[in-house]
């Protein structure tokens, strides 16, 4: 089965920057892959799919790209309720595997 | 307005069976695929299958095949997620969710909608 691999797997971001996390397929997926967010103690939501598309409600500061491999999640500027774990999950083939998590802190 | 609703929270003891649900409304039930995923305590989430309630076509996660069992009744806009025998590794929260486009071949398609989540604990 291929695996999702997450990195960083913390990382902690003042409010304003820029924020990546990646997230690698040991196979090519396409762009079969969504991206999600998990604030603490709720529901995750699906933030992107196929890559690169904005669920619609998402703000704009969230952006996806990569095919292939290799995919990142970018937060153009950090927001305090951005506090949270990503998940990315590959939905090419079943089993559609999730990345182990980026949680994301505030500095 | 689109939601899966699941239900409640169940204590249950090693060995016993659970059949938990997700009733879906506001969307044509059996054109979406339904998912489940596992959430251990502190833990990340886990893909477990996922079924088309359509035709009942269910594809699972080797991590979870032969452990539990998908179904659907379409009749009443209900999926299912059971157990025959618990185990306390099963102590988790279990949440439903629905693919975000219709009739996505093999389930391929991310999930945009999400039930609220069932906690299920095991414990003797």
């Known amino acids: 089965d291929i695996q999702m691999t997450q990195s960083p797997s913390s990382l902690s971001a003042s409010v304003g920057d820029r924020v990546t996390i990646t997230c690698r397929a040991s196979?090519?997926?396409?762009?079969?892959l969504a991206w999600y967010q998990q604030k603490p103690g709720k529901v995750p939501k699906l933030l992107i799919y196929?890559?690169?598309t904005l669920q619609s409600g998402v703000p704009s500061r969230f952006s996806g790209s990569g095919s292939g491999t290799d995919f990142t999640l970018t937060i153009s500027s950090l927001q305090p309720e951005d506090v949270a774990t990503y998940y990315c999950?590959?939905?090419?083939?079943?089993?559609?595997?999730f990345g182990q998590g980026t949680r994301l802190e505030i500095k | 307005e689109v939601q899966l609703v699941q239900s409640g929270a169940e204590v249950k003891k090693p060995g016993e069976s659970l059949k938990i649900s997700c009733k879906g409304s506001?969307?044509?039930?059996?054109?979406?695929?339904i998912g489940w995923v596992r959430q251990m305590p502190g833990k990340g989430l886990e893909w477990m299958g996922i079924?088309?309630?359509?035709?009942?076509?269910?594809r699972y996660s080797p991590s979870f095949q032969g452990q539990v069992t998908i179904s659907a009744d379409k009749s009443i806009s209900t999926a299912y997620l059971q157990w025959s025998s618990l185990k306390a590794s099963d102590t988790a929260m279990y949440y439903c969710?629905?693919?975000?486009?219709?009739?996505?071949?093999?389930?391929?398609?991310?999930?945009?909608?999400w039930g609220q989540g069932t906690l299920v604990t095991v414990s003797s």
């Open positions: 969710a629905k693919s975000n486009l219709a009739y996505c071949s093999g389930g391929s398609c991310s999930l945009d909608y």
């Open positions: 506001g969307y044509s039930f059996t054109s979406y695929w």
């Open positions: 079924i088309y309630p359509g035709d009942s076509d269910t």
């Open positions: 196979q090519g997926i396409s762009n079969y």
């Open positions: 196929a890559a690169s």
């Open positions: 999950q590959k939905y090419n083939s079943a089993p559609f595997t």
